[in-house]
């Protein structure tokens, strides 16, 4: 756990109000995965107006990784309205992240102290929202089990730029049993809103991925034998975009901790 006084073992049998009072009041600041089944879970990044234009492009032009599920009405309104009425993008992601010139700088309980007049808030899709449709299959999450954040890679695969942003697209790697990958690319393409289907099956290095034991983000997990290392893109792929494009401020959740939605893990579709 990453913070707070309440552990994710204590959550994981929890109901949607219980998860969502503990993040909120900064009792619970760890990663999300397994929590509040059945609801939609999302990545953040928050940034001045004058570069919102641009990132809600780019988000457009990459589906996969960014799949858009909900923005704040206008800048300074820190409400998400599209995935719940009493969602704030202040205060209910697991942690954050305060970035200045492109650098992670500061990690963060809640964004009360840094919020700005200045601020629109964008709320990506995050494939911890299928894996309870994974585990219902009979197809285990290793990271869950283990209460480990999943692993994330810089990859070689590129995004479409817009604007000042672009680069690398980062992936999540689940370990899957060589006879349930078709099954588990049929159950993840049902849920577009959260990355859908796998970028990639099989050899990491063929993504520029150098050593599996060496995630980027979140937490080693193995690859037993019979099985294969599965990838979807994943919602920290902003976070590249983001160092590329160095805005002077911009915020985002801590990879692994995120918002959970009021909203249902089916609905809403990606606002493309």
Do not use: K
């Amino acid at each position: 756990m990453d913070g707070g006084t309440v552990t994710h073992a204590a959550l994981s049998g929890a109901d949607f109000g219980a998860v969502r009072a503990a993040i909120r009041s900064g009792a619970y600041g760890g990663h999300t995965a397994g929590l509040a089944p059945g609801r939609l879970q999302v990545n953040l990044a928050v940034l001045p107006a004058a570069e919102a234009e641009d990132f809600l492009a780019f988000c457009r032009a990459n589906p996969r990784p960014c799949p858009l599920v909900a923005m704040s009405p206008g800048p300074g309104d820190p409400r998400l309205p599209q995935i719940g009425a009493d969602t704030d993008a202040r205060t209910d992601a697991a942690g954050y992240v305060l970035w200045r010139d492109g650098e992670p700088v500061e990690t963060l309980g809640d964004l009360s102290a840094v919020w700005r007049d200045d601020l629109v808030a964008f709320a990506l899709g995050c494939s911890f929202t299928f894996e309870r449709a994974l585990i219902e299959a009979g197809v285990p999450m290793r990271h869950v089990e283990r209460d480990l954040t999943v692993p994330m890679f810089r990859t070689t695969l590129e995004t479409r730029r817009a604007g000042a942003f672009g680069g690398g697209m980062v992936v999540s790697m689940r370990p899957v049993a060589e006879g349930d990958v078709a099954r588990v690319r049929a159950i993840t393409e049902r849920f577009p809103q959260a990355h859908g289907g796998p970028v990639h099956v099989g050899d990491p290095a063929a993504i520029g991925v150098a050593d599996l034991g060496r995630p980027d983000w979140g937490d080693a997990v193995e690859v037993s034998p019979g099985e294969v290392p599965v990838f979807w893109a994943c919602g920290v792929t902003p976070q590249n975009a983001l160092s590329a494009a160095r805005p002077a401020f911009c915020l985002t959740h801590r990879p692994g901790a995120m918002l959970i939605a009021e909203h249902a893990e089916t609905a809403p579709t990606p606002l493309l």
